[in-house]
């Protein structure tokens, strides 16, 4: 990169002054990150995005007046200073600047600071909500400022990257129409259009496939959604998707051009090269590992029992759907207290187990089991060739309903292997997971949704069972998995009218509720839609993975809180009268 | 650029095949432009994205079954083609494949087509509102569709620029805090806090300063807006800006980091080279121009003529407070009628002059002006004097309040440009404006507002005039021109807490408005902000104007209306009560 610092502030940054400078006149700006004073020598730590240059001021060779100036700087002042690129007497081999100093001979403060809430250091003494409220100040620091910079660079090299693949971005607007399928919109009251609201976007969805039947043949856009829901953990109202869509594909040539941009940023920016994607199908996936969107980086699989312990007169497995188990690598090595702790873990509400069976296989090929009672050694020899467990591992048994013991075992085997330290950040497994059930069922609702979106197309030969078996009929729909996450999800898109109204009616639109929210997108159909699909990436989760975290409020410059409230600039807040009244609305506030 | 079509649907695309594919076996895909049916032989033209691809069927080589399918096709189908590359009889230099055609040995419709409402061609015969309610169709035809790429191109090329540059592009919130201050907002409920909303930024001007603050050095960000204004004809309720800020910069800084993104466009996108742009300061370009966005391709600047025109008994100019006049090249050769029409064309409302003198500059070195009761010879050579009016043209003279004439005389002068052809948008002139004013007088609200925005520092040394005379205080403010558009403008921020409570002192917030609507930032200002600045491009008037055009609506996929209205997707809206009730809200509509 080029950096042009020859301004009027400052002839260089603070990352990049060497040996080679030596002698030079420099001039150079940031903030005060440390003052050492020694009385008779000032050594100060000077900070900008680009590095830390060491700045000093001695009695010898610094006039009086200036190092007094020097010795009342407070950290976090904005300082301006001019001097010469010395050799350092004891050099600093853990920054690049770290072989020279400046000997300052002129310094101008441009702003002073008042303490800071937080230290402005690698490791702060800040809270999470106190660094929220300042984040400013939080951004000052290398780890939020680092992340910042790396979201740049992979959203420039998926911009890069797709525009090569002849994918061109168009923006769709942000101001468009509020569909009460999928998630709450958020909406905006339009003044112009007394009582008529905008809705803000989930998703491009519908706008990209206008694309498509508008031509553009390869889209994307890296744009800003919004959901208004109930925040889960980790979860923003505003967020941000790589979103994409291709015609005259199917399903084959999604995979292949996203498998393509997710193993060029893999290689760029993490340098690491993975071959082709394994792929599992969504009941695969269900099966073996309890979760549609697998960490594969570890093993752990399911194994059922069943067959090998509903036999005997141990009834708790006897009445149960499913009978489950997860090998732990080197888990014999657990004391009782610690399997103990691992039951009650599993026994909180957010899991929900009722128990856990347990099964130590010992080095010497026999088996201990909190069954014994009820399971012979050849019994438990059958959990263990089942489960994959070697000797030194324990086998860890749930059961109960299918889908809920699937539920907990995942959760299970994901803990332990944070715990085993088996998720390791720097190992990355992609993963597609294809074949999602087209519909869901919603218990509160008592109806089906789609699991995708409407617009997913079902297998073909599929539609019939629409009818008799709707829970059965698979989609053309697929996730990208990365380490346990979905980082990106799509479909190949129904493209003609017939197979969309049928769609609207098995989910319960009337004809005429399909046609006021998705008329357009119909009667676009009738005009030569071609076939069409595409996929969106979750960007915040995707740098967040690739930056080796999980966090993705560490991957956004101004975050909101659970509540939705971004707790720096104070919002939301309410406005007044005459606003509202502009809008053709009053509060309407419960007591 | 690199396109891989070795997808399932198709092994080219309908714009590369060429002499050297002949006899290859392709597969293409795409829509039906056009079939010409001979009976025994039918061309049809297959387009997509890329171009054009004349198929032919006949009845020597076609299997019947195939060649009537393909009579039955209409325009718009869409379908995929097996066949094989031949030479064509005869050769279309016009289209870059037309050296070739595909002998069609299988025909699959991939989905059928009813009458568009226009016709997709480069000259349509549908009208505006057609369109946009089919804004898809109209997407299809080539000049919408080579609008949105070279919008694509236009963005990649400034994300690649400014990336190089050093530059950080951070995504800000769009949910952001209600301010009154500038245009009005759109504010967004919130459910989860009642009674309380977010607005949607008009520029994420105060967190650009933030990320100042916080150290990112150089931010850029391409970014939705949003202004609920009463739109002027070219308006949209969301437009997209190229947002930019530097921190430890002076404008000097700031004009050459942008005078290089604009250069670098300029030489990419147009391959025009232009070497260091002029600068004007606000007064003269008012002064020559009467106008803060002069288009600078051609000349006619303003000749004042007070001194050379009230001198005599002519009432009209010796009550006004300005008499200004311009040279239209060759304009002698108006005829009287055509001089009359403009004279009606100025009379109308929208331009409110209240006559028109003029004065024709004979081929002979004489003149024959409309006031020639009053002035001689002699008078009216010094009004070609000052107006640089030559042989041949035509002096047109306005008269009254400096400000109305200014304006008036300014449009009559792009009129004129227009009409003689003198705007060419081949031709690329940029154009510097500085040292604006940093307030205006508003009639309406009788007190003084920011003329950029209350985070513009006035010039070095004219704080203390804020006080004794408010109008005159200059800002480090600039506008980026560019062919009589403004493409940019920005500041050199205040950075210090002191400035920025005196700003709003005198924009008339109380210390508590100020407070409460931009505390954040003050007191971000306490904790060591930089010196900084910054500039936003309005992208949408950039694309148009290096596409030649300037209507902003051809280069946005899914533009709004005058009354801010989708026509396509029928945006915005009512949403139901339950929707209303969930947000605190009831609607108020005026009987």
Known sequence: MQHNFHDMYRSH??????????????TLAGWVQKVRDKGFVVWIDLRDRYGITQLIFDEERTSK??????????????????????????????????????????????????????????????GAELRMKYRYLDIRRDPVKNNLIFRHKVAQEVRNYLSKQGFIEVETPYLIKSTPEGARDFVVPSRMNPGQFYALPQSPQTFKQLLMVGGMDKYFQIVKCFRDEDLRADRQPEFTQIDCEMAFVEQEDVLNAFEGLTRHLLKVINDVTVDKFPRMTFDEAIKRYGNDKPDIRFGMEFGELNAVSQHKDFNVFNSAELVVGIAVPGGNSFTRKEIDK???WIKRPQIGALGMVYCRCNEDGTFKSSVDKFYDQEDLSKWAELTGANKGDLICVLSGDTNKVRSQLSALRMELADRLGLRDPKVFAPLWVIDFPLLEWDEETERYHAMHHPFTSPKPGQLEMLDTDPGSVKANAYDLVLNGNEIGGGSIRIHDKETQSLMFDHLGFTKEEAKAQFGFLMNAFEYGAPPHGGIAFGLDRLVAILGGQETIRDFIAFPKNNSGRDVMIDAPSPVDNEQLSELSLKLNLKA
């Not at 940054?13 to 420099?26: A, D, K, Q, Y």
């Open 13 to 26: 940054n603070c990352g990049e002054l060497r040996s080679s400078h030596i002698n030079n006149t420099v």
């Open 342 to 344: 691992l039951t009650d």
């Open 65 to 126: 007046s200036i190092l007094e100036q020097a010795q009342k700087l407070g950290r976090e002042f904005v300082i301006q200073v001019e001097g010469t690129v010395i050799e350092r007497a004891s050099k600093n081999p853990n920054i690049e600047t770290g072989d020279i100093e400046i000997l300052v001979s002129k310094l101008t403060v441009l702003n002073e600071a008042i303490l800071p809430p937080f230290t402005i250091e690698n490791q702060t003494d800040g």
